[in-house]
Nanobody, 115 residues
Framework: VQLQASGGGLVQAGGSLRLSCAAS????????MGWYRQAPGKERELVAG???????NYADSVKGRFTISSDNAKNMVYLQMNSLKPEDTAVYYC??????????WGQGTQVTVSS
């Protein structure tokens, strides 16, 4: 499975960005996709996840501001980020989990929120 993330950038606090992740390869084996982020000096953390059936979960810090969605026909996962805060600044990684619990990672996309 290959994951290609895009959509990061620089935005002012309160602004919005939409991240996209294109999946290719052995897609049928994927059961869950999601977004993680890693800020400088911090551990990588889960931001949001979505199952193939459309069940979602979010980190408490982004609930009500971020929305994860998927288009299974296009093998795409999106992360709509609204009301961005400086503390959302991080490298965002697309993630996919297979039915055998193997994790795949995309290359990461930088999100910078200025105050």
């Amino acid at each position: 499975v290959q994951l290609q993330a895009s959509g990061g950038g620089l935005v002012q606090a309160g602004g919005s960005l939409r991240l996209s992740c294109a999946a290719s390869g052995s897609i049928a084996s994927i059961t869950v996709m999601g977004w993680y982020r890693q800020a400088p000096g911090k551990e990588r953390e889960l931001v949001a996840g979505i199952t193939r059936g459309g069940v979602t979960n979010y980190a408490d810090s982004v609930k009500g501001r971020f929305t994860i969605s998927s288009d299974n026909a296009k093998n795409m996962v999106y992360l709509q980020m609204n009301s961005l805060k400086p503390e959302d600044t991080a490298v965002y990684y697309c993630n996919a989990i297979s039915s055998l619990h193997y994790a795949y990672w995309g290359q990461g996309t930088q999100v910078t929120v200025s105050s």
